[in-house]
């Protein structure tokens, strides 16, 4: 299994900043991906942190407003850029392996903008 | 793309009674389907998977059973403990997706076990 760190474990911003969280595994993984889960709701995925290039964004999702790295194996970022209070949510990193196998979750990141 | 349907969403027992919840998913190239259990602040947990070669499989008091060619799977949990309430979530990865893992996941059902 995956040990998965996530900082911040929450924030309050200011509308117009950008916010970037951390995504740090314990261990080598081929897949790491960033959800969005709103109060009361289920996950949503906005898009695949793909190692050396561009992450593959969801329909809806896009790089101007989630710049997504991934410079390594391990590690991850997901910036959430000029907040507006739209974008207070909880924010999840996942890993796993890929190819149908456990994936695995960081504790949350819970950013609330005002 | 995937979309995964769950139902119901919200699902009230007594302790020591069944609860099920159930999944459908409309890609017939989905091949895993995990089920995670998320209690309040806390992270989602897998607590089962299935893949799309097997019928049914269980670990003590959690089962879940698939069909293929219905598209849809469930959760079984039996002999309820309060300590079973939570939000769980049933998901599924599309072969489709290159294999990535990429899972879509249903609404979430909301299981509260009375004592």
């Known amino acids: 299994s995956a040990v998965i760190s996530q900082k911040p474990s929450r924030d309050i911003c200011q509308r117009g900043t950008s916010l970037t969280i951390q995504c740090q595994v314990d261990s080598q993984v081929t897949m790491m991906f960033w959800y969005r889960q709103q109060p009361g709701q289920s996950l949503t995925l906005i898009a695949t942190a793909n190692q050396g290039s561009e992450a593959t964004y969801e329909s809806g999702f896009v790089i101007d407003k989630f710049p997504i790295s991934r410079p390594n194996l391990t590690f991850s970022t997901l910036t959430v850029s000029n907040m507006s209070p739209e974008d207070s949510s909880i924010y999840l990193c996942s890993a796993g392996q890929g190819r149908g196998t456990e994936a695995f979750f960081g504790q949350g990141t819970r950013l609330t903008v005002v | 793309g995937e979309n995964v349907e769950q139902h119901p969403s919200t699902l009230s027992v007594q302790e020591g009674d069944s609860a099920v919840i159930k999944c459908t998913y409309s890609?017939?190239?989905?091949?895993?389907f995990p089920w995670y259990k998320q209690e309040l602040g806390k992270r989602p947990q897998l607590i089962i998977d299935?893949?799309?070669?097997?019928g049914e499989k269980k670990d003590q008091r959690i089962a879940v059973t698939l069909n293929k060619t219905a598209k849809h799977f469930s959760l079984h949990i039996t002999e309820t403990q309060p300590e079973d309430s939570a939000v769980y979530f049933c998901a599924a990865v599309t072969r489709g997706s290159g294999n990535t893992g990429k899972l879509i996941f249903g609404q979430g059902t909301t299981l509260q076990v009375k004592p």
């Open positions: 299935i893949r799309s070669n097997v």
């Open positions: 890609d017939s190239a989905s091949n895993y």
